[in-house]
């Protein structure tokens, strides 16, 4: 089993910035990608990137440029950091780990993010 712990939201004006960790522990050994969704109110949960663990990155188009992905494999974390937040950034955060063989995958309990405008 793999543990995922998110730390880093919280509320925030449109155009400022937020820092997001995730920390895996447990079964860690064969984790691949890790990435980032998000899920806001009545909607559905989105991809907001992900990073492989040859640190391959892959973004949603509405964060490109604004958000970035990064990975610390020594501390077993990863990292999204967030600038010029917008209001529909708004949303709970989800962390996730996946295995490959065999397919696993793992959500951490997720944190709120709320960019107020």
């Known amino acids: 089993q793999v543990r995922l712990v998110e730390s880093g939201g919280g509320l925030v004006q449109a155009g400022g910035s937020l820092r997001l960790s995730c920390t895996a522990s447990?079964?860690?050994?064969?984790?691949?990608?890790l990435g980032w969704y998000r899920q806001a109110p009545g909607k559905q949960r989105e991809l907001v990137a992900v990073i492989t663990s040859g640190s391959s990155t892959n973004y949603a188009d509405s964060v490109k440029g604004r958000f970035t992905i990064s990975r610390d494999n020594d501390k077993n974390r990863i990292y999204l950091q967030m600038n010029s937040l917008k209001p529909e950034d708004t949303g709970v955060y989800y962390c996730n780990a996946e295995k490959v063989l065999p397919w696993s995958s793992y959500w951490g309990q997720g944190t709120q993010v709320t960019v107020s405008s």
């Open positions: 447990g079964s860690i050994f064969g984790l691949n990608t």
